[in-house]
């Protein structure tokens, strides 16, 4: 979720759309499987300042969502941009047996409004969902791929695959891509990934030379015929050399076991217990940290207040891998590791304007967004500063007011929130 790089700078391995579209999902994803589509256009919102060569429907409806708590209005795209962000959600239904092909659809209509586009993202949801399920190395079995890329297919109602498969199946896979077509259409690029994995089928190297061969979508292919063969192999089946090179590739492994073992979350009414203290110290699952926005570099500033007992008190890392991410837009949230704290993760909330002002909107934003990363991380535990009330300007009272009404009407998995009024140790943290 870095700032966005022109393409030539990109290195082997960096992150493109593709990826950063797939953690928008997961992100939207509660830690028991539901798929929650209010979340996601958030995050299609929050992806828009910092997309990597991203598709033209999909850009437009990230930059539409901005600021909106509705869907965004959107075209009627037949382009691939639904078809390569599905993997978490099908992860998440092998996981709970759920049924998806709603969450899909609904997903795939948040920026592609057509059906072609909606039936493909379920065409590759399906495959990939079987993928997981099917025995380990089954799909080596050219026989095994067939039925499965047909059944899929035919679940999704998606017939270009099948036309695809009849017509050019029996040809060399390079002539058979360039008889089918590699655009970022979904009518040419799902067919041309299924064609590549009914060709390689689990030789993952053949698979990604082959697509680049091709030319065309090349990263878009690469990403479903990657993910079918990730699906059945796991992280073991794939050229570590390539594995190591992955851009976040902690952070995706994480990502994945939590998507892979959903946890029941039991919903029942948060307490909110106000506190002094040194927010530093706490030992909640989750911190919230009033963030800067980005907006001007932190090299120009120095921590206050909450960030500087962070840092002191062990979170340098939490503030330096926020540092290096694009602007937060205004009452956004972002999350980081806890670094040396006794807390798992950091969540860096934008609470005051341009101007250093906190007002009722930005603040009720914050505190909303917040826990809603909490929730989505399963946190029992969130400990919270006075949000907007230093530099900010706003009054105690005031956020106490907001942060209790947020916590009883949008919490449902946070048991606990302690509202922090920091007191900063000044002898303790400059020693």
Not at 4 to 23: K, W
Not at 91 to 99: K, S
Not at 108 to 129: M, N, Q
Not at 335 to 346: A, E, I, S
Request: hydrophobic share 45%; aromatic share 6%; proline share 4%.
């Amino acid at each position: 979720m870095r700032r966005g790089v022109v393409r030539f700078a990109r290195r082997a391995g960096d992150v493109s759309d593709d990826t950063q579209l797939a953690i928008a999902v997961a992100r939207s994803l509660h830690v028991d499987g539901r798929y929650d589509h209010r979340r996601f256009v958030e995050q299609l919102a929050q992806w828009s300042y910092y997309r990597i060569g991203a598709g033209r429907a999909t850009a437009r409806a990230a930059v539409a969502a901005r600021g909106v708590e509705r869907e965004p209005a959107v075209g009627p795209s037949e382009g691939n941009g639904a078809a390569i962000r599905v993997a978490p959600i099908a992860i998440a239904a092998a996981a709970t047996g759920d049924d998806f092909d709603a969450a899909v659809r609904q997903n795939a209509r948040s920026t592609h409004d057509s059906d072609a586009a909606a039936s493909s993202a379920l065409f590759v949801a399906h495959l990939l969902r079987e993928a997981l399920l099917a025995e380990i190395g089954i799909y080596a079995d050219r026989g095994a791929r067939m039925r499965a890329l047909v059944a899929a297919a035919k679940a999704s109602s998606f017939a270009p695959v099948g036309e695809a498969l009849e017509r050019f199946g029996h040809r060399p896979v390079d002539d058979a891509l360039a008889a089918c077509g590699t655009s970022g259409h979904v009518s040419q690029c799902i067919p041309a990934a299924a064609l590549v994995l009914l060709d390689a089928g689990l030789d993952f190297r053949r698979a990604m030379e082959t697509t680049f061969r091709a030319g065309g979508d090349t990263d878009s292919i690469g990403s479903i015929v990657g993910s079918v063969i990730g699906a059945q192999l796991g992280e073991a089946g794939l050229p570590g050399t390539w594995v190591e090179a992955v851009e976040h590739r902690d952070y995706l492994r994480w990502l994945a076991d939590r998507l892979a073992g959903p946890v029941a979350r039991a919903k029942g009414k948060i307490d909110v217990e106000p506190v002094e203290g040194d927010i530093a110290a706490s030992r909640a699952d989750v911190v919230v940290n009033a963030w800067n926005r980005n907006v001007f570099p932190t090299w120009l500033l120095v921590p206050q207040g909450v960030s500087r007992a962070l840092r002191r008190g062990g979170g340098a890392a939490a503030l330096r891998a926020m540092s290096r991410r694009a602007p937060l837009p205004l009452g956004a949230a972002s999350l980081t590791r806890g670094g040396d704290l006794p807390c798992d993760w950091v969540v860096h909330v934008a609470g005051i304007n341009l101007a250093w002002y906190a007002t009722e909107t930005s603040v009720r934003l914050a505190v909303r967004n917040a826990l809603s990363e909490a929730e989505w991380l399963g946190a029992g535990t969130v400990a919270m500063p006075l949000v907007g009330c230093g530099t900010g300007g706003l009054h105690p009272q005031q956020f106490r007011d907001i942060a209790v009404q947020e916590a009883l009407e949008t919490s449902e998995g946070v048991g606990v929130l302690t509202l922090v009024e920091f007191v900063e140790r000044r002898g303790e943290l400059d020693s």
